[in-house]
């Protein structure tokens, strides 16, 4: 059900490698991958859930209250996090030139789905 | 110079209160703010800055290359981030309905700019 959305968000977004659902302690619930990406999915949400935990804590420190996204462009990939509660993220990886304004809708649009689901 | 630079993104971007170039080690070379920001943007550097070298060691771990920008989004403050080299990056901070879109391509613009200056 998590995979059928992943999918859904993955494959609407031009570009979109994979999907995933993860837990800040960077375990995986579930995810997709289009199959045609260089990177493991699993290991960018892991190298990335430890990124989530500074993100919260500047946000705490600046009062500017609860962070709900990150967006991070490397070279080579292109990522969107999408914070949905205390325990778990969703995250969308793009080739370079992916649309990453689709990826950050879709991702926002979905959360209530994914929610309903935890 | 930078000062001028800065000014002309934030002028230019809906909704951004405040533009800044800062070294990786927190301590900002200039500044501008519109004066509408409930937010001290060089508090907000230093914040980033720490996140920046995750973000990077992330990136090296996963060998997707050099990061090169960053957007967080917090219930009242969104930030675009800009690596400019190994020292330096420049930010932006919006209001949360701000135009981040042309947040990142103002300083995706711009860049070379300040580079030349550095």
Redesign the interface.
Known sequence: MFREILQDIVESTEGSTAGLLMGFDGIAIDQYSAGDGA?DVE??GM??S??LK??QQ??E?????????????????TTVVRLLNDEYFAAVTLQPDGNL?KARFLLRVKAPDILDNL
């Open positions: 990177f290991a960018v190298e990335y430890v990124l500074g993100v500047a946000a420190m600046l009062d500017a209250g609860t962070a709900s996204e990150i967006a991070v462009r490397t070279e080579r990939l304004g």
